[in-house]
């Protein structure tokens, strides 16, 4: 228990070879650091929830103890460099894309940005400048990485956000999965285009789409509204293994848990950098692991 609070950090040596930049110039404004090194200053700010001050200062320890003389970049080149960089890539890389088709569920959560907490609201009220973002995750079912990662204004739904989604993601899809929210037209129509399978519950209120005559579509949503009506909506999710959506909201909570509720920076764009950071650094949190859960079986 005493050795699980022991902190080592390091910087990686290839982050540290390539740390000045070494590209192309131009006239003008002179670029020092490389994005290997923004993307790692910003990566432990996230990590560790750090202001930018907080950050230069963490990495000039890390060099002093690393004995290295690399000059760190200062607090107001990190949040300018932060909408430069790539901070997103898929976590697969372009010739380890599997052949077999893989399994995507969706889901959509809000981060604060600033404004009063929970008791001020529910005590006084909310404030005209309380504000939040959206976030959209698409999880590989199967591994718990994140394929794709979005960030929004809070006025763009959930089904709005499923072809960009997808869009992103380089691997072959077979099935996509999400809750009641993703049950519109436009969702299905995308997906119908890309040649994905839908796993969508529908609405509580929902009724056979018919076209102009009356007469019933011949239609994934209406064959799912028929499965119900005869299976019943508990065993349809069974059958479907729609539970296994959970994993969308494990990836939320895991975000959470790891990162906080809130975002740091103020302008879109920028917050945008910094979901797409987190959400690497939560990537690289899985390949060093994870809980396998095993049924018992009474004996």
């Not at 970049?73 to 890389?93: G, H, V």
């Not at 380890?96 to 600033?114: A, F, H, R």
């Not at 990485?145 to 809070?154: C, F, G, K, P, R």
Request: charged letters at 25%; hydrophobic letters at 40%.
């Amino acid at each position: 228990m005493i050795n699980r609070g022991f902190i080592t950090l390091w910087l990686d040596q290839n982050t540290l070879d390539q740390w000045q930049y070494q590209g192309p110039r131009t006239a003008g404004g002179v670029v020092r650091y490389s994005d290997q090194c923004i993307q790692a200053a910003l990566s432990l700010k996230a990590v560790f929830r750090l202001a930018f001050g907080q950050t230069q200062s963490l990495i000039q320890s890390l060099l002093d103890v690393m004995k290295r003389e690399l000059q760190v970049p200062c607090y107001t080149q990190l949040c300018r460099r932060q909408t430069q960089i790539n901070a997103f890539s898929s976590p697969t890389p372009p010739d380890e894309i599997p052949v077999e088709p893989i399994y995507i569920v969706l889901d959509s959560t809000g981060l604060k940005v600033y404004g009063e907490g929970e008791w001020k609201v529910k005590k006084h009220g909310a404030d005209k400048r309380r504000t939040w973002r959206k976030l959209h995750l698409a999880v590989d079912e199967a591994t718990n990485e994140l394929d794709a990662v979005e960030l929004t204004t809070n006025t763009i739904s959930d089904a709005d956000m499923v072809k960009p989604l997808v869009a992103t993601i380089t691997a072959p899809i077979a099935r996509l999965s999400g809750d009641g929210a993703y049950d519109q037209v436009k969702v299905y129509d995308a997906l119908k285009t890309a040649r994905i399978e839908p796993l969508i519950p529908p609405r509580s209120n929902a009724v056979i789409w018919t076209d102009q005559a009356g007469d019933a579509l011949v239609h994934a949503r209406n064959e799912t509204l028929t499965k119900i009506d005869s299976l019943g909506l508990a065993e349809w999710k069974r059958q479907i293994g729609y539970h296994r959506r959970r994993k969308a909201e494990t990836a939320m909570f895991r975000w959470k848990t790891t990162f906080g509720e809130r975002l740091s920076t103020r302008l879109l764009a920028n917050q945008q950098a910094e979901a797409g950071v987190k959400a690497r650094c939560l990537n690289h949190f899985t390949k060093l692991g994870m809980p396998q859960a095993v049924k018992r079986v009474p004996t």
